[in-house]
């Protein structure tokens, strides 16, 4: 570190080269990734609300009023009225906290018993983490030939032991949405705490379902939900880090509940202290601004993009592709090894990634996706094969 600092060009331009080594959105070759180009109209709130800390929400009264309809806003997608949660950093945090509120409900009714958590292993890999963390016991239900929980096999997991079950609408690797309808009420009928981790689908099915006869049931609708994860970082079109976490009970939240001495409030219900209340500016504003029919034609856009390009791989002889549920492809090229070939389109300048469970390429049509950058990547893999 230079003792007497920089001139700022200098750090700009220092900054410049490490920036130009990140790839970009616009560029259209970022296949692989959940998250996308953030709006400009939430990125001008963001930065209107860069100094707020909702972790002291008595000096950032408006903020915390934000953040109140915010939840409220998204508590309304997902059919639930008066909702309580929080805007936390991702998927990852939303998932920490509802299964900390699990755990604190289930301890107070089985004290010293180590909590079981009920899972697929198509669960995104922060419950490893959160496992970990908690100390959990894990239990894994097994999958169906669809990749999706076997409901049948539910029920038989489930003991006096079980602190949650966790289902997934919009799995990572697949895109996929677990029976939550049938999962929701074996959760139910056992009294289990059901958490259904919708960071991806949550802002996408909604919009699928508006004008569908057959509605994907995934939300609080299911009267077993007790939580859902749904991040406006991914399809939400919200800056990082925007993620969000739903209960239906208020008493649930309530059991993360810590005093604060020190600060403005005298307690807090999140995981972290300190937080940015850009974020919750940026997702109140895109969702007035777009409001639903506005979220309704990104997703219709996406799952035209989607379905355009499930068409053009299925026509490469040799290619196999799952057939998309929400906008994610995974296929793979009969004969090639998946990881050669994901290495050999990184050198052609494509970032697309692999999933473990299928093993398979994955491809998720976000919206900085266009046609032509699908053209060119179909022409480019062609000439692989
Ligand atoms: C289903 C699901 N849950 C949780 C996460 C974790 O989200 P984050 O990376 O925002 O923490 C992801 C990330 O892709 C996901 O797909």
């Known amino acids: 570190m230079d003792f007497n600092g920089k001139c700022i060009d200098d750090v700009f331009s220092d900054l410049e080269e490490f920036k130009e080594l990140d790839m970009d959105y616009s560029s259209g070759r970022i296949l692989g990734s959940m998250c996308t180009e953030p709006d400009s109209v939430g990125m001008r709130a963001y930065r209107m609300f860069s100094e707020s800390n909702l972790g002291d929400p008595g000096l950032f009264k408006g903020t915390t009023l934000l953040e109140g309809e915010v939840i409220n806003m998204i508590g309304n997608l997902l059919h639930l009225n008066d909702a309580c949660g929080h805007i936390v950093t991702g998927g990852t945090e939303a998932n920490i906290t509802a299964m900390c509120a699990a755990k604190y409900i289930f301890e107070e009714k089985h004290p010293g018993v180590k909590p079981e958590i009920i899972l697929p292993k198509s669960a995104h890999f922060s419950f490893k983490k959160i496992i970990s963390m908690l100390s959990l016991k894990p239990v894994y239900v097994p999958l169906n030939e669809d990749y999706k929980i076997d409901t049948s096999k539910l029920e038989e997991l489930i003991t006096e032991n079980t602190m949650a079950i966790v289902a997934i609408a919009g799995t990572t690797e697949l895109g996929y949405v677990d029976d939550i309808e049938e999962i929701s009420e074996i959760a139910y009928r056992n009294n289990v705490y059901l958490h259904v981790d919708a960071a991806f689908g949550g802002f996408v099915i909604p919009f699928l379902n508006y004008d569908r006869d057959d509605e994907i049931l995934f939300d609080f609708k299911c009267r077993g939900v007790s939580s859902i994860t749904i991040d406006p970082h991914k399809m939400g079109l919200a800056p990082i880090p925007s993620g969000g976490i739903i209960f239906r009970n208020k008493e649930h939240l309530k059991k993360l509940a810590v005093k604060t001495p020190y600060l403005t409030k005298d ?119």
């Not at 290619?319 to 994610?328: A, D, F, G, T, Y």
């Not at 389109?345 to 990634?353: A, F, K, P, T």
Request: glycine residues 6%; proline residues 3%.
């Open 267 to 385: 307690e807090q219900t999140t995981i972290v202290g300190t937080r940015s209340g850009a974020s919750t500016a940026a997702i109140w504003s895109l969702l007035k601004y777009y409001g639903f029919s506005g979220y309704k034609e990104i997703v219709d856009n996406a799952m035209e993009l989607t379905k355009y390009t499930y068409e053009k791989l299925d026509s490469i002889e040799g290619v196999i592709v799952r057939k998309p549920e929400l906008n994610l492809i995974s296929f793979y090229v009969e004969h090639l090894d998946v990881d050669i070939l994901q290495k050999q389109l990184e050198d052609m300048g494509w970032n697309i990634s692999v999933s473990e469970y299928p093993h398979a390429l994955r491809i998720v049509l976000m919206p900085h996706v266009k046609e032509e950058h699908i053209n060119d990547f179909i022409s480019d893999l062609k000439k692989l094969i």
